[in-house]
């Protein structure tokens, strides 16, 4: 009896220890690890996930869209979760038209989340979730896309895969396109397939819209019209830009050939790149508008002065200057209309070259012009001390000077205007929470209104009766100037005796607003005269707008 008192008391004893020692680890755990061991299950099943805020849209002046966001699907991994990673990986490469070894690197990872393929097709996310795999799933996202494909796409530029503009207005206008980021505290389920959101999270934000000053329908016939002479002349590439003279605004801006900003793998950044802004090249004579305004600013000639051509030869310091053709005495109206070089450079002479130099600057030349577009190229405008003795004779010609296809169609401008030098842009509002911002316009008055009334009716002389006949059209007063360069080759060490580029920079005055359309063709092959290739495609193009503007308004 007093053994078995003795066991009962000691198998008590026992029990009573063992329940000491679990009510402490019970107590120890709940009060003393509570807080670390919450954490460490949170840790587990919850993850803070970046919320990437939509970026605002791009739309036309008429409210077509341009560039928006639409959602897609993104495939994650928990490589806790993966039981098999070699074979997982296996079978997601299959599915996703990814590397077998770039996802089981991915799967290796001692991380709990990691992504496998961002921004997949709808199809793609179907194959995959009907495998069911373990530890894989889906999240929801932002992805860029372009509903009009190839329009305006060296202009509009494109984003990365976290939606950051790279290139063009996307860029450039970045910080008010891109959403404020959010955050949410996110809840994976026992395999990890599916991402449920918790109550904890900060609603990420819309970005801001910006509104073109492009016009889509005009920009689509301004590129149907470089594609189409580029293919009849067999040229390398074309660039046009259409702008409002009287504010700068910048109604189509072009280049050929283009890009899908849907689908940029495989193309270079030639592609990409916008020449008509970030491309310098020597304009040739239709440089010598530039001759004009500083001539007839300054008074120095009227229009029957005589300058005799030199029958299309004329040696100055270091070369010797040739005409197309062989003229004889021309006056001052009919130097520009016939673009006789050498009565270029005997004006020049006469007025002084470092009067014409001041020109250059006035007219923002060897500068960037302002536009809202990364990237953009001052060209190249010698100061008047790194002259030769050579250049003030082929300056004005367009040789020995740089400048983007902008720049020239901002001069030409000038003259339309009525004498103001305009800053060219290409976004004209901002717009979030349903308030817009107008972007203010920029001119300055350059020279007086007289002044450029009459360089504008010698411009449309050029146009109805000397080289560019091609642009004219009937009933309309349309002014211009042709420009037929040949292009320097730096392998020979002078100018190529078959690369040429034309150009023909003009305006249609009796529109309004008056327009400034600019046409350059890179390296045409069947044919290198600016009032061949390039003066036609101005008139296909002014036509187009003349109608369509008239009959619907600006």
């Not at 587990?44 to 970046?50: A, D, E, F």
Request: charged share 25%; net charge positive.
């Amino acid at each position: 009896m007093i053994k078995r008192d003795r066991r009962t008391t000691l198998v008590y004893i026992v029990f009573a220890c063992l329940f000491i020692i679990i009510s402490f680890k019970i107590v120890s755990l709940q009060v003393f690890r509570g807080q670390f061991l919450k954490k460490m299950a949170q840790g587990q099943h919850y993850r803070l996930i970046r919320l990437a805020g939509k970026r605002g849209n791009i739309i036309d002046r008429k409210g077509r869209v341009l560039a928006t966001d639409m959602h897609y699907y993104s495939v994650f991994a928990d490589p806790f979760l993966v039981t098999n990673p070699l074979e997982t990986a296996r079978i997601l490469s299959s599915k996703l038209d990814l590397s077998q070894e770039l996802i089981f690197r991915r799967l290796k990872k001692q991380k709990r989340f990691v992504w496998i393929k961002r921004k997949i097709s709808l199809a793609e996310k179907e194959k995959v979730e009907a495998l069911k795999i373990e530890g894989v799933g889906f999240l929801r996202e932002q992805k860029r896309f372009y509903p009009q494909e190839e329009l305006a796409a060296s202009v509009i530029g494109i984003v990365d895969i976290d939606g950051k503009g790279l290139e063009g207005l996307e860029l450039f206008y970045d910080g008010y396109l891109s959403g404020k980021e959010g955050w949410a505290r996110v809840l994976r389920d026992s395999s990890s397939r599916e991402i449920v959101f918790s109550s904890q999270v900060i609603t990420p934000a819309t970005g801001a819209d910006i509104v073109l000053s492009i016009d889509a329908q005009i920009q689509y016939w301004v590129e149907e019209s470089l594609k189409k002479v580029s293919l009849d002349f067999d040229a390398k590439r074309a660039q046009a830009i259409v702008m409002n003279a009287d504010n700068g605004q910048i109604l189509a801006m072009a280049n050929y050939p283009g890009f899908n900003s849907n689908d940029i793998s495989g193309i270079s950044f030639d592609n990409i790149k916008n020449r008509a802004v970030c491309d310098m090249f020597e304009p040739g004579s239709v440089f010598k508008v530039v001759t004009l305004i500083a001539a007839v600013n300054e008074k120095a000639f009227n229009n029957e002065d005589v300058f005799f051509c030199e029958n299309g030869i004329f040696r100055i310091p270091g070369t010797v200057l040739h005409d197309w053709k062989p003229y004889g005495d021309l006056s001052f109206e009919e130097v520009f209309m016939k673009s006789s070089n050498i009565g270029v450079a005997k004006i020049v002479a006469s007025l002084g070259p470092e009067t014409y130099h001041r020109y250059l600057g006035r007219l923002g030349l060897g500068e960037i012009t302002g536009v809202d577009f990364p990237g953009e190229t001052p060209g190249s405008c010698k100061s008047f001390r790194a002259w030769s003795k050579t250049s003030a004779s082929i300056v004005p010609i367009g040789q020995e000077v740089g400048v983007n296809l902008l720049q020239l169609v901002r001069v030409f401008a000038v003259v339309a205007n009525g004498g103001y030098l305009v800053k060219p842009q290409l976004v004209t509002d901002i717009c979030s929470r349903g308030f817009c911002d107008a972007l203010e316009d920029f001119r300055k008055k350059i020279i007086p209104e007289d002044s450029a009334q009459r360089a504008k009716e010698i411009l449309i002389k050029v146009v109805s009766e000397g080289t560019g006949l091609r642009a004219a059209i009937d009933g309309r007063a349309i002014g211009g100037k042709t420009g037929t360069a040949q292009k320097y080759d730096s392998k020979i060490g002078r100018y190529s005796p078959n690369r040429y580029r034309a150009t023909f920079v003009g305006f249609v005055t009796d529109s309004n607003p008056p327009l400034v359309i600019g046409v350059t063709v890179d390296e045409p092959r069947k044919s290198h005269f600016g009032g061949v290739v390039a003066a036609p495609v101005f008139k296909e193009i002014a036509q187009k707008i003349i109608k369509y503007t008239e009959s619907s308004g600006m």
